[in-house]
């Protein structure tokens, strides 16, 4: 697979001091009954710092979003936490921005491509509604050289 979009998730879960990544893999895993957890890649809160952690490589067909096929062509990520109840702290959302600006240079996906799950699963609210959309897109920039 190579990716030509990104989908922005949120797990809906509470981000704490302990890893949840862990616990996202064996719902996913035990639950689900998928191979791997859903998502290429999560952000959490690490010992005081945030992370970013590999569910799967970057080139396998994601769990994510089965809608509009993005599963077989976009990236997931998910940020460990609910912002539905409130907005990422300011150092997730700039860990999500340096991460996304990273792999929209390496696979060369547009601006446009970097999509909310919501964007085609209206249903869902991902990446949540107290998620700052139009300030994380303004902090996005196309650059391929």
Not at 52 to 61: S, V
Not at 86 to 109: C, E, N, W, Y
Not at 119 to 131: E, H, I, R
Request: proline share 5%; hydrophobic share 35%; with cysteine.
């Amino acid at each position: 697979m190579i990716p030509n979009y990104i989908v922005i998730h949120h797990s809906l879960t509470k981000d704490g001091t302990t890893v949840s990544w862990d616990a996202i893999r064996w719902y996913h895993i035990n639950t689900n009954g998928w191979k791997a957890i859903g998502y290429q890649v999560g952000i959490e809160l690490i010992g005081g710092h945030y992370e970013i952690l590999m569910g799967r490589m970057l080139d396998e067909t994601g769990a994510h979003c089965k809608e509009d096929g993005m599963n077989s062509k976009s990236i997931g990520i998910c940020l460990v936490g609910n912002f539905d109840l409130a907005p990422p702290s300011t150092a997730q959302l700039d860990t999500l921005i340096g991460l996304v600006r990273s792999l929209m240079h390496i696979f060369k996906i547009p601006k446009d491509h970097v999509i909310r799950h919501t964007d085609v699963a209206p249903y869902k609210s991902c990446p949540g509604t107290q998620f700052p959309w139009s300030y994380f897109q303004s902090q996005l920039k196309e650059s391929y050289a």
